[in-house]
């Protein structure tokens, strides 16, 4: 079973639920848990991984063979995302804007564009604590498109662990890197916390979960602070809630010195440990998505 | 016209409640851009009226005309972004996945597949509380093209600001994607908001990276600096090591949350609060740096 771990706002507490849920159920079970918020991965520094390999995500890049051109423009024109574009007789690539598609290297009539390669990021496996098998994404800094590390990073661990339960720890937002990550998981577990903010990106992320078709159920984090409307909304949606955090300082504390919601005092293991029994609950039962 | 960008590497550092009582503070001589496109949240806190709207159909998507189709599935070969797939024999489009380079198209020998377009979002122009014009825009769900998305909203602004007024104001989104890197070329000075948690400090190093590739001048600002007096030792010392300047340090300040609440910033809720004094501190810090950047 994968589950997904994502919330729309950024800093609602979305890694540190996961990396809690992780170590709360390595007692019982194999846990795979995998970073896919590529941008900022944070998740190491929890789980504390020993890295045991790393591979380089790279994808495709024209190279074009000016021997070859004869500055027809075809591919300036297939290009949809404007990377290549014809300047007095001469391509120009513009790798920002490429998004890796191969269709210059498809229709190029001389055979002058030749598929390269660019690094786009790399994805890294490990151990971590309790024996959690860690792997985690890391897009390269300057490099714009996170969804190409996010697909590597989930097929290399499909692959490798297509049958363990599985915990994904997904980008922010509700736009293309979330799709990414979430895809093909078996249960979404949206954290918010309760303010407006939390309530207006839960609504946009819960939509972009709907389109997918992935059950989803709620963990509302600094619970306490307000109503914020949380609650209201879940139940016009159907969206079942899973469980709490408090809102505690000493949460906050413990975080900025990485540890997890099952390290040390103020230990909420129960806690963590009954949302996902709640998880548990709904996926039997067959939630609606 | 100079543009200062606020961005955090990480969400939930208090981007966007900076964001606004900078909003606030510069007033009508700001136009202010909410480049969060994927979970905008500025509004919220600028009790906006809008002015204008406008969807933005950018983005297309294969759609296969099965009256066609021979199943030859050679569509599905050729795509790089496995947004088709095959199922009971036959190629079908994930509109989600599809990013509309219409190589499937091209290749497939039956015109079996046509590329249509799909809605991108909406792109807002409202005026906000504090007299200033917000540009912001909303994604739609699951939508791709947020850098572009920013560049256009960017584009706006920037044509709005340079006639009439003498700041843009970009409330950026977290991470170092496209996105943001959409928000930061060619701004005159990002503030880089921060918190001492050792996620923070490792999301701030490849901010601070990625500010620097670019080439943009930058600060730091730890928000609730107190929450670990070790971790906010770490950020002095790696600011003084790149040698970038530490703006402000603020310690924890309920007021932030309970002004979040009412939907209000923080420093119209309480203009004495820790943060508020520490949003203050920081725009006069800003405005000083870009004066003097003018006149060298």
Known sequence: ?289 | MKQVVVLSGKGGTGKTSLTASLAYLAGDEAVVVDADVDAPNLELLAERKPLFEEPLFWGRSAVIDYERCVHCLLCVSYCRFSALHVKEGLPKVDPIGCEGCGVCQRVCNFSAIEMREKLTGRFFISKTRWNNFLFHARLAPSGENSGKLVTYLRRKAEEKARAEKKYLLIDGSPGIGCPVISSLVGVDLAILVTEPTLSDQHDLERIVALARHFGVPHFVVVNKADLSLKNRNRIREFCSLQGIELMAEIPFDQQVLDALMVGIPVIEYDPQSPFSQGARAIWQKAQDFLKAQERS
């Open chain 1, 1 to 289: 079973m994968v589950i997904a771990c994502a919330s729309g706002k950024g800093g609602t507490g979305k890694t540190l639920l996961a990396v809690s849920l992780a170590l709360a159920c390595s007692a019982s079970e194999q846990i795979v848990f995998v970073d896919a918020d590529v941008e900022a991965p944070n998740a190491h520094i929890f789980l504390k991984p020993d890295i045991e390999e790393e591979r380089v995500v790279e994808a495709f890049s024209p190279q074009i063979d000016e021997g070859k051109c004869d500055g027809c423009g075809e591919c300036a024109d297939f290009c949809y995302f404007s990377a290549l574009t014809l300047v007095k007789g001469k391509v120009l690539f513009f790798p920002e804007l490429c998004h890796s598609c191969g269709g210059c290297e498809l229709v190029c009539p001389r055979g002058a564009i030749k598929e390269g390669a660019v690094e786009k990021g790399r994805t890294r496996k490990g151990v971590a604590r309790e024996g959690i098998v860690f792997w985690e994404g890391r897009l390269k800094v300057g490099e714009p498109r996170a969804p190409a590390v996010i697909t590597e990073l989930k097929k290399a661990v499909k692959k490798e662990f297509p049958d363990t339960l599985t915990i994904v720890d997904c980008p922010p937002g509700a736009s293309c890197a979330l799709v990414e990550a979430v895809r093909d998981a078996d249960f979404c577990i949206l954290v918010t916390e309760p303010t407006p903010f939390g309530l207006s990106d839960l609504k946009a992320a819960f939509q972009a979960i709907q389109e997918l078709g992935i059950p989803c159920g709620v963990v509302i984090n600094k619970a306490g602070i307000g109503g914020g409307g949380i609650l209201g909304f879940c139940e016009e949606k159907g969206i079942p809630i899973l469980g709490e955090i408090p809102y505690r300082r000493s949460i906050a504390e413990k975080y900025a010195r990485g540890l997890t919601l099952v390290d040390g005092e103020d230990n909420l293991k129960r806690e963590v440990l009954a949302i996902y029994q709640a998880l548990r609950r709904v996926t039997l039962k067959g939630a609606g998505s």
